[in-house]
């Protein structure tokens, strides 16, 4: 039996990045004995096993056969006679496909170490084509890194698009690669590369539609970058994403894209309700130096905000976002007074308005009344 460090902490200690997580292949052995050895196995699909005292993942060596479509389309052998090389030739790209034994020495049989020399993402082998999710893997490691794809690898990518491979992913994994990937330093390199092999078309149509109108999609990428710079939420960058959807196009409802592409990804409640709002709200917020106390107590009806101030000012940092494009000092007054006259309209005892008031039934238009006149006060 042999262990081996493998896949991504070899990658990022070549790097000079901080190592997280640990994976571990165990070479020569079979589940019997690790099982003898204290480990737990996890593994439904795939032949994991939990440290005793670690916790880490150890996978015995295997190889994988593609047996239908899409990422769950394969028949896994694993045997102690698979060796490390076959079980490294299985893995996606050259830089993942790298090894360390006990001693630190690192095993390069796909020429790992060069590629990360030359900031590339290439393929191991022709059998990449076999699984969908590995297109979004690679984007999401070019927002990581910031790497080229090399040519050849694109060309395949693009012809697993072509023979309809990518039309077989799951919205869940569609998701969860992409929310990775906003997470990333630069995630307009991830949109890059989907488009530029022709995946995005494929999964998030409602993106790819930016393009139309290139200004627009180059916009929407410059203000992505700009909320991984200032370490935004997810929510606050998946809204940013989508502020603009059909800006460019012809006119429909403004929310209607938005929610196509959030159900399409299935994306989380706090990141759909955020994205919807700043597509409705954008402008609005845009010309509030000019909104009187009507109009903004419409506004801070419609967002919920007396209510819910945090996700208001989520909403502010999504369109000052937007807005630095054109001016980083308006967009920081811009949240500023919305953020003032907000609390003048939350100071509003609404307990002690409903209380003086001999009508119930006149309540509300009261508390309004009052909200009304903080506002008016503060402006």
Not at 41 to 66: I, S
Not at 100 to 127: K, W
Not at 155 to 160: F, H, I, K, R, T
Not at 249 to 275: F, H, I, M, N, W
Request: include cysteine; proline fraction near 5%; glycine fraction near 6%.
């Amino acid at each position: 039996m042999k262990i081996y460090k493998v896949g991504g902490a070899v990658r990022d200690r070549l790097l000079g990045l901080p190592v997280k997580d640990v994976d571990w292949v165990v070479v020569g052995a079979d589940a019997a004995q690790m099982e003898a050895q204290g480990f737990r196995p996890v593994g439904k699909d795939f032949p994991v096993f939990l440290h005793p005292r670690t916790q880490e993942e150890y996978a015995l060596a295997r190889t994988e056969r593609k047996s239908g479509r899409g990422y769950k389309g394969f028949t896994v052998f694993a045997d102690p006679s698979v060796t490390l090389a076959e079980d490294l030739a299985r893995r996606d790209l050259t830089i993942n496909a790298m090894a360390e034994d006990e001693q630190g020495n690192v095993i390069d049989p796909f020429g790992g170490r060069d590629d990360l020399r030359d900031r590339l993402l290439r393929h191991v082998s022709p059998a990449f084509a076999e699984d969908p999710v590995r297109i979004l893997r690679l984007a999401r490691f070019a927002a990581r890194f910031g790497f080229a794809v090399a040519p050849e690898t694109l060309a395949l990518m693009q012809g697993m698009v072509t023979d309809g491979e990518a039309d077989h992913l799951v919205a869940e994994r569609v998701w969860q690669e992409l929310a990775r990937g906003l997470m990333e330093a630069r995630p307009s390199a991830m949109f890059d590369v989907l488009r530029r092999c022709g995946a995005l078309a494929r999964v998030a149509p409602e993106l790819d539609a930016l393009w139309h109108a290139p200004e627009v999609g180059e916009r929407v990428m410059r203000v992505l970058d700009y909320t991984a710079a200032q370490e935004q939420s997810l929510a606050i960058r998946y809204a940013s994403l989508c502020a603009r959807l059909g800006d460019g196009e012809a006119a429909q409802g403004e929310t209607v894209l938005v929610e196509a592409l959030s159900k399409r990804l299935r994306a989380p409640s706090e990141c759909r309700d955020l994205a919807l709002m700043a597509r409705r709200e954008r402008q609005t917020i845009h010309h509030a130096p000019t909104l009187d106390a009507d109009a903004l107590l419409a506004l801070f009806g419609r967002t919920d905000a007396l209510r819910k101030p945090e996700r208001f000012a989520q909403l502010l940092d999504v369109c000052a976002a937007d807005l630095r494009a054109d001016d980083a000092t308006l967009a920081y007054l811009q949240a500023a007074h919305l953020l003032r006259l907000l609390d003048a309209a939350r100071g509003v005892d609404a307990g002690a308005v409903a209380k003086a008031c001999p009508d119930p039934s006149q309540i509300p238009a009261r508390v309004a009344q009052a909200r009304r006149a903080a506002i008016l006060a503060a402006l």
